[in-house]
Structures are given as C-alpha cells and as structure tokens.
C-alpha cells in the first residue's frame, strides 16, 4: 500500500539559511498535518490542512509556513534557521477525523 | 490543554517477557493512536483505538475511553520490539495528535 513520501529525507542547512520540506500524502486522503520532534522529546503538532485550506495551527515560528497544493503535496517552509530548529520532521496523512498515517520524516541538522 | 500520560518511563525486559504500558489522559477524546518508534526515527502504526480491544500478532490494545486510559500489551517480546512507544490522542473538536511522552523499551537477549 501506498505511504507517505516525504523529502529530503536528511538535510544540512546553516544559521540563518532556509530549507524547504516536501510531502506527498497517501492518495485519497484529505488533511496533512505537520510535527516537529526535538531531540529526545515527543512529536509536537505545528499545522494542518483539509482540502487544501489551513485547518488549525499549533506552536509554529512565524519564520515557518507552509501550504498545500492543487495536486494535494504540502510543503514546509522554514527561513531563518536557528540552531534550535535541528529536529525531525514528519509529515502525517489522513481522511478527515481518522487514523493519521506518517511518513519517515526529514532530519534537519542546523549548523 | 489535553495531559497524556505515559507509564513507566523505562522499561527493561528480558527477550520472551510480556509487558503492560499504560496511557492516562485528561479530556475526552475522539481518537487515541499506538505508535513505535524504531531506532531510525519511523514512526510506526500499532493501533487506533478511540475504544474497545484489538489484537495484532503479539501486541493487542485497550482503551476505556469513560475512565480516560489505554494499555498496550506486549507478549513474548523479542529484541526488535525495543524502541519509544508513544500513545497520542485527539481531542473532540479537534484534529491533531497530542502525544504522550512515552515509554522508552529496551528488550535484552
């Protein structure tokens, strides 16, 4: 069965640079969500979308956005970069109110 | 906001041994969601059980969702069960998970 494809799967970026996560969720589900997971710590939800439309927004940086497009692929986008940012990152799919299903993530180390 | 509670923190099993991991929360939910951890970061689907019992191989889980708490039950465990389990729910009214600290075993040969 098809998975949650996420890329890159491991990025290096500098302080102040800006990284760009992609995600394609499983076909036919309808909200994306987002989570960061620190070192040593649980997932915390950033954001999510239904249809295409942000549907509820948790601890997100302004100097993060994201968004979703026509073809149901979301992207992260993160400027700014600040050491703290160093964290895995999972991208998760479902239909609405039903299991989320998540991808292998993207491990961004900040330098 | 919504507290998930995981216990024990630890756990240190010997390979064959069955182990219980408990998940207490706060509020009412609409959704509660095992998941395990691997050693490369993946998160990996064992259960979604807002409420009730479900079994899969070695593992089952259940979720008394009026007492706000869920257990996971691993049997005859074996090395590559070693890893975080983290329960997390999702609150009536909304949509994101809401993880539990979770339970970090190690299973020894």
């Known amino acids: 069965a098809a998975g949650v494809i996420q890329s890159p799967r491991h990025l290096i970026k500098e302080k102040r640079e800006t990284a760009t996560l992609k995600c394609y969720p499983i076909?036919?589900?309808?909200?994306v969500y987002w989570y960061q997971q620190g070192p040593g710590q649980d997932p915390q939800f950033l954001i999510s979308f239904y249809e295409k439309m942000q549907s509820d927004k948790g601890s997100i940086p302004d100097r993060f956005s994201a968004q979703q497009f026509s073809d149901y692929h979301s992207e992260l986008n993160m400027s700014s970069l600040e050491l703290g940012d160093s964290a895995l990152y999972f991208c998760?799919?479902?239909?609405?109110?039903?299991?989320?299903?998540f991808g292998p993530g993207t491990r961004l180390t900040v330098t | 906001g919504i507290q998930v509670e995981q216990s024990p923190p630890d756990l240190i099993l010997q390979e064959g041994a069955n182990s219980t991991l408990r998940c207490n929360f706060s509020?009412?939910?609409?959704?509660l969601q095992w998941f395990h951890q691997n050693p490369w970061g993946q998160l990996i689907n064992l259960f979604y059980i807002p409420s009730g019992t479900k079994q899969n191989g070695r593992l089952s889980a259940t979720t008394v969702a009026t007492e706000r708490y869920s257990l996971l039950y691993i049997s005859s465990s074996q090395t590559t069960d070693s890893g975080v389990y983290f329960c997390?729910?999702?609150?009536?009214?909304?949509?994101?998970?809401?993880f539990g600290a979770g339970t970090i075993l190690r299973v020894k040969s």
């Open positions: 076909p036919r589900h309808d909200t």
């Open positions: 998760a799919s479902s239909l609405v109110g039903a299991e989320q299903y």
């Open positions: 997390a729910v999702v609150l009536e009214y909304g949509n994101k998970l809401v």
């Open positions: 509020d009412s939910v609409n959704n």
